[in-house]
DNA sequence: CGGCCGTACTG
DNA sequence: CAGTACG
DNA sequence: GCCG
């Protein structure tokens, strides 16, 4: 008995590899190519998801609205399909670049479409497997997901674009922006090897960028090499990038959600700002975001209302937010993040002297600190005291045990001209130099009253990571376990001044003192130099792309939790200073060098 | 749709 | 355990 | 919000 079913295309999203194939003997009318089905099955319960599959087969189709009627075009279509927001886009769309087909742009899938059906239906998997089960073609209305028309015939002619209209067209073309939209001159510098799908070539912009953008040509600079990559490590960001001021109208709206407790939303305003950090060309259209890495249609857009405005509206209700204006400063209490920021908010306090007066008690020790120290710790650190106070650790470190090394991180080294506060990696080639350390440098310091509270001690004990798998074959040099990587993070003030007063001047320090074992210290200066999503991008390369684990103390591993030692020399010798070893972590780990003032991705 | 850095201290 | 910190 |  053989069912009347349509032409069906099964997607293998959700499937084993057993089901997958059950399926398709069992499906008399299967087809492989996309653009024939009449309906395509698949393992899915959700239209966002049926989205997601089209896009992914680059299959364009517009959605239909459950009132339409299937077949002819209506005349009001035009219209939606400019507000529709389930419109699905792709590069092999002749309406991707509104009749200026792109002979460059269509690969495959355009020779089929003769023959194709002008509609498809995506439908729950449910109803072939209960169809079978029935013995009789279902009612295919239960299960259908979405219905959609496929794109082919070309619009009417755009004209001069409203800012509203080419929001519009923007959405459109960047519904699949990437493989359309990121252009690179031919000969131009970066060649097109091993960067994947993001290396076709164009040779100029698709003709809707120059409706959105400008009257004349506009050709769009070559993305350089190391922006085909989402890793921020592997790009250069400098402190002072060409598109600044439209970076910071991004960070304000990423400080939004930072308050918010929108830890995902910073993440994605991260990578956005960490791509457009490392862009070295002026913006001139939002075409040229979309094709960046961590950049796609919100970001985009936020580029043309950039462009047109000079701002953007939702970082400046954010900023006239006074509800977020609180947050902020409670934010910024040390000890105090965004949940207890809200708290306070919810109680009704406004200021910090709410805070004293009502909640004082409630506050944990360090909340307590950062609150009477507030204003001080939002002082800026000139260079010249940073490298003042690290001295003074440097000596008091070789006081107790003379050849201690010592490097200032953080942004100090990334170059900023004033630092939030004071980072330091010290190391001591001699083993047992490192170990307890921490402790013996903070009483040191105390005793001679420069730091004044500790915040946190951490003295994270040798005993790490010793997988019991870890074992198989002597690994020759690092052996096992390392040594931790302890640290305190303490306030400073410098005890001696001269101005006569009674009480002491000199503002209050925030300091972070990092003791490392020698064999690690490459690590911890890494760890410890960069910014925060060149910091996450790197574990995240070491974790995708390595099969390494990745923190400031070492790297280990995925497979076995053995110890990697990228630092040591060819003979097991251990690395001669600290930046040399830093550099062989670098190429350990398959990354360029970049200088520090180059790890500045916000 | 699932993923988004990894670790340690505090209470 | 949740919350916070560090880059 | 973006990526795979």
Redesign the pocket.
Known sequence: MTLDFPVIFLLPTNLGADELHELEEQIPTLTYDINEAEVILGNVH?K??VL?ELRKHKLVTEEISTTETDEPTSPSLKRRRFQTPGSVITEDSDTASDGDFHPLLTQSTQSTLKAAPTTVKVVKLAWFTESLKAGTVLPIEDYTLYRGRKQQSKPAKLQQASPAKAANIIKRALADP?PSSHGSRPGSSHSTTSHGRRDHFITKAPALLHMTTSEHEVELPPIPAYLHT?YACQRPAPTHPPNEPFIEELTKIRTARTLLGDK??V??YS??IAALISYPYLLQSAFEVARL???????AQLYQEFREQGELQEAKEDESDPRLAVLKLFHEI???????AREFYNKGWRDLDDIIEYGWDTL???QQIGVKYYDEFQQKIPRAEVESIANIILEHANKIHPGFQMVIV??YRRGKLASG?V?VVLSHPDKAATRGFVEQIVVALEQSNYITHTL?????NTE??QEPVAWKGNEKKSGTGFD?LDKA?VVWQDPHWTTGEKKNPNPHR?V?IIISPWKTAGCAVL??????TF??DL??YC?KERSL???SSGIRSRADGTWVDFESGPNGEPAPDMLTAERRVFEGLGLEWRPPEERCTG
């Open positions: 959700r966002q998801r997601f990437k989402t995902i939303g993440r994605a990578s956005a890495p961590g950049c796609g249609l919100k970001i040390w000890g105090v993040a965004e949940t207890t944990t020790r360090v953080g942004g506060d980072d946190i001690l951490s003295t994270a790490r990571g931790t993070l925030r972070d760890g410890w130099t960069s910014g925060t910091q996450r574990r995240r974790k684990k990745f923190d």
